[in-house]
């Protein structure tokens, strides 16, 4: 049995649909491949702009900083013999009880900072955004708050504040891991050389700046609190420190933590 024969009509068309099906797929191949070009080359545009920014925010933040230390330099007075011994002293002697407790919050991020700001901050130990951590407030951590007044605003904690933050986002350091505060028996392994055997004993030494106030502190891993609503608009703000958020609060950082404990 033979096979119908196709007409050369049918055989032409489908030759047509078949040649503008392979033109249409070169278009569509070309135009995404030049779509693609569009976009790196957009992309390119981008990160150069970004550069520049960042770039004179770094130098920005340098010329800060310089500042800051040109401003402390000015404000020396002759030492008397008594403050060049007691300056001479070791650190480990400095370290006294009784400091003013504040707690310092890390509220904008690290774009455009030079290298001695981002030390700063991680000594403070806010290598976070929106973290925060208990700065028992000496010389040495007062000049380091001053550095990154423009990305940490802080202040002085109540008893209240303090023992809300610790007992709703407290975590603690074990062998090098955040570890939830589920029992007291973790404080009294890790502390209890230290006669702090409870989270009470930790608010306690945070709150009165304690004899082992360092060991408690260091025992608390750093705080992770939610982004100030005020604070949400610096991602609209192409310099985000004009926003003034940082520096020294006083008692109204006890508002703040509020809002975003």
Request: aromatic residues 4%.
């Amino acid at each position: 049995m033979s096979l119908p024969k196709v007409s050369e009509v049918v055989i032409r068309k489908r030759k047509s649909i078949a040649e503008v099906k392979a033109k249409r797929s070169v278009q569509v191949k070309n135009q995404q491949v030049k779509a693609k070009q569009a976009k790196g080359r957009k992309k390119n545009f981008k990160r150069i702009e970004e550069f520049v920014i960042q770039n004179r925010a770094k130098n920005e933040d340098s010329k800060r900083l310089e500042k800051i230390v040109k401003k402390a330099k000015s404000a020396k007075v002759n030492l008397s013999k008594k403050a060049i011994a007691k300056a001479a002293e070791p650190k480990e002697k400095y370290v006294a009880t009784g400091l003013p407790v504040v707690f310092a919050v890390r509220l904008l991020p690290m774009n455009g900072t030079c290298a001695e700001t981002r030390k700063a901050l991680l000594r403070l130990r806010l290598w976070g955004l929106n973290t925060g951590a208990f700065v028992r407030l000496d010389e040495r951590n007062q000049k380091l708050l001053n550095k990154v007044s423009p990305y940490v605003a802080w202040g002085t904690p109540t008893n209240k504040t303090i023992r809300e933050l610790v007992v709703k986002r407290g975590t603690g350091r074990i062998e090098g891991k955040r570890v939830p505060i589920t029992d007291n028996a973790l404080i009294e392994k890790e502390l209890g050389d230290k006669n702090i055997i409870c989270l009470d004993d930790i608010i306690h030494e945070i709150s009165t700046s304690g004899d082992h106030f360092n060991d408690a502190n260091n025992f608390l891993w750093p705080f992770k609190l939610a982004k100030p609503a005020e604070v949400k608009r610096a991602v609209k703000v192409k310099n985000p420190k004009t926003l003034n958020v940082g520096g020294d609060k006083g008692d109204e950082i006890n508002t703040l933590i509020g809002a975003i404990n």
